[in-house]
């Protein structure tokens, strides 16, 4: 059963823009800080950014500025807008919520983002 769809992403030239969106089930939008995560070749997958159903954020230091996390509550979806983006953003991102209170955790499938001229 899928949980988070993910959607966006794809073939981006350097300073350019790209967004992320992904859409999850009401009940575990409503009770899950959401969340992304990215993956680069031969690298351990690492936190971006997350936003909690109260507001709270918290980005990697390497996107801070550029990247922004938002929730629309209407459409169960987060949002990531990349701004400025470098080649070193190039990896696979990971949509996740972690439903709180508790330890359930879920992720989407991954979706590819690409910094290249």
């Known amino acids: 059963q899928v949980q988070l769809v993910e959607s966006g992403g794809g073939l981006v030239q350097p300073g350019g823009s790209l967004s992320l969106s992904c859409a999850a089930s009401?009940?575990?939008?409503?009770?899950?800080?959401m969340g992304w995560y990215r993956q680069a070749p031969g690298k351990q997958r690492e936190l971006v950014a997350t936003r909690t159903t109260g507001g709270r954020m918290q980005y990697a230091d390497s996107v801070k500025g550029r990247f922004t996390i938002s929730r629309d509550n209407a459409k169960n979806t987060v949002v990531l807008q990349m701004n400025s983006l470098k080649p070193e953003d190039t990896a696979v991102y990971f949509c996740?919520?972690?439903?709180?209170?508790?330890?359930?955790?879920?992720w989407g499938q991954g979706i590819q983002v690409t910094v290249s001229s």
């Open positions: 009401t009940w575990i939008f409503r009770f899950s800080t």
């Open positions: 996740n919520a972690k439903v709180v209170p508790g330890t359930d955790m879920y």
